[in-house]
């Protein structure tokens, strides 16, 4: 099979191509803060996919029929069913097969299926939820137990890569974002920490510390470190083992990882995913210089072009409301320039033009589906792509919040967020959250005071990424913290 990303390569539903592995190169910081970069090319298994792929590089049509037999049932489902894995590489079958004989009504299906999956079985960091590995119950979402595998979150990404092919629509790119910066991002280990196994497990932060969720990977880590994929009931790593399938399917990802980043038209060049590159498609390339997903700026310089002018399209995140763009250091009026989620230059380019957008990344607070039953009541935090995560280790150690368990605090619903910036520690940047104290209890039920009093502030909690979580300490955590309400008090 073909290294790199497995990518439809007939006539295309919209006209995105991929571009080859060598036109783009990340800089040392990159994706994930260079992982990728550590690791040398290897094939990516297309899995479910493999018929598609077969009919493309033989040319042989019994290929192509055994993939419609396969995924012509999806037409008429209404709903994602059985093994996580193998339903997301069927709907990749399916899109491929769609691509390949220009059949709509095919890929609108696909389409259907994957919404299902996204607005309803999906964890907040872009894990596809599970029990015993196959699709839960519509909104059965608990932030513990879940059995979201990482490779599932690598066949979502793939499947948002080729929907983004077919269709152009940006709102592939931004599941694409949300899945790398967290779902896939938790797949690591820290340097320092021992083995740990590569068993199931979520991706998607529990409600209850009590139980232990997945370890994550810091900028620096690397496959010669160690993988983790589930926690232990001490809430630290547990040995690796040889028979895990994760680790070489996240190798291939991340080797191949730098091949998303961009694509071209016969307009000009798109950017999909932001991180410091250098792109080249036919005589145009440009350099792309940016600390994101921790700075708000993209810098942008071209550094050839062809005479013809062409269009530079610049993906616009749906999390984004205010963004701002200077050409050559003259402020442009950015939100006239977007056209379904990417703001679009037009324009005869020249050597050393050079773009800034700026995308605020204010902290925000989310809820869930109020059909989430595990998550009602609650809020998580997050900033740009990232979902953070309340854990024990950055409680104060002075002041109310002294002794204080996480499970103990609530996440006040409205005193401001605050961003805060650091050249050491964990993470370049952190959110600060006022918080307030649960009362204290050793009842397991209790009775509501006829007039509750209103809850008293605290202290400022520190959240962090949520994929850099137990890096330092074992210990609890939590991404969603139940909202401070005068009755619980």
């Known amino acids: 099979m073909s290294s790199g990303p497995v990518v439809p390569t007939a006539q ?16 040392a910081a990159g994706l994930l803060g260079g992982w990728q970069a550590r690791h040398p090319a290897m094939p990516e298994s297309p899995g479910e996919t493999a018929l598609a792929e077969m009919f493309r590089i033989t040319g042989l049509r019994p290929y192509l029929d055994k993939a419609l037999d396969l995924v012509n049932p999806l037409r008429e489902a209404t709903s994602v069913t ?15 097969a769609a691509v390949e004989t220009h059949d709509r009504e095919l890929l609108d299906a696909a389409i259907r299926l994957f919404d299902d999956a996204l607005t309803t079985r999906t964890h907040l960091t872009g894990g596809h939820a599970a029990r015993d590995e196959a699709y839960a119950d519509p909104y059965d979402l608990p932030p513990t137990g879940a059995d979201a595998l990482v490779s599932t979150a690598i066949a979502s990404f793939r499947l948002a890569w080729r929907l983004l092919l077919a269709t152009g629509d940006v709102r592939w790119a931004d599941e694409m974002e949300r899945v790398l910066h967290n779902a896939i991002a938790a797949a690591g ?14 991706p998607s932060p529990p409600l209850s510390s009590s139980l232990s969720p997945p370890l994550s990977p810091p900028l620096s880590s690397s496959l010669s470190s160690p993988l983790f994929f589930s926690a232990s009931p001490l809430q630290a790593r547990a040995p ?13 990802f991340m080797s191949s990882l730098h091949a998303y980043v961009a694509t071209s038209s016969p307009s000009g060049m798109q950017l999909h995913l932001y991180a410091g590159s250098t792109v080249s498609s036919a005589s145009r390339t440009i350099e792309i210089s940016t600390r994101y997903p921790w700075d708000e700026q993209v810098t942008i310089t071209v550094v050839s072009t062809s005479d013809q002018p062409w269009t530079l399209a610049l993906r616009t995140p749906a999390w984004c409301t205010d963004l701002r763009l200077t050409v050559n ?16 230059l037009h324009r005869s380019w020249h050597p050393g033009d050079t773009l800034t957008l700026t995308l605020a990344m204010p902290a925000r607070r989310i809820t869930a589906h109020p059909r ?9 935090l997050v900033r740009g792509p990232l ?30 967020l605050a961003v805060a910036y650091h050249t050491a520690g964990i993470s370049p940047v952190t959110l600060q959250a006022p918080v307030h104290l649960r009362p204290q209890s050793s009842s397991l039920y209790r009775t509501l005071p006829a007039t509750p009093a209103a809850p008293v502030a605290a202290g400022v ?17 939590r991404v969603w913290i139940p909202l401070a309400h005068p009755l619980d008090h």
Not at 330 to 344: D, F, N, Q, S
Not at 464 to 474: D, G, H, K, Q, V
């Open 82 to 96: 059985g093994h996580v894995g193998h339903q997301l590489g069927l709907l990749s079958e399916a899109v491929d």
């Open 461 to 477: 909690a520190t959240a962090i990424p949520y994929y850099l979580w137990a890096n330092r300490t074992p210990g609890p955590m």
């Open 372 to 380: 989430v039953d595990a998550t009602r009541g609650a809020a998580a």
């Open 189 to 202: 280990g820290a340097p320092s920490a021992p083995p740990s196994s590569p068993r199931p497990s979520p």
């Open 240 to 252: 690796l083992t040889r028979t895990a399938t994760c680790p070489p399917d996240l190798a291939a």
């Open 12 to 27: 295309a539903l919209s006209a995105l191509r991929p571009l080859p592995l060598d036109a783009v190169r990340l800089d």
């Open 387 to 416: 979902v953070y995560c309340l854990e024990q280790a950055d409680l104060p150690t002075t002041g109310r919040l002294a002794g204080a368990h996480v499970d103990d605090l609530e996440l006040d619903p409205s005193a401001p």
């Open 329 to 344: 250091g003259t402020p442009v009026p950015a939100r006239r320039l977007v056209e379904k989620g990417y703001l679009r």
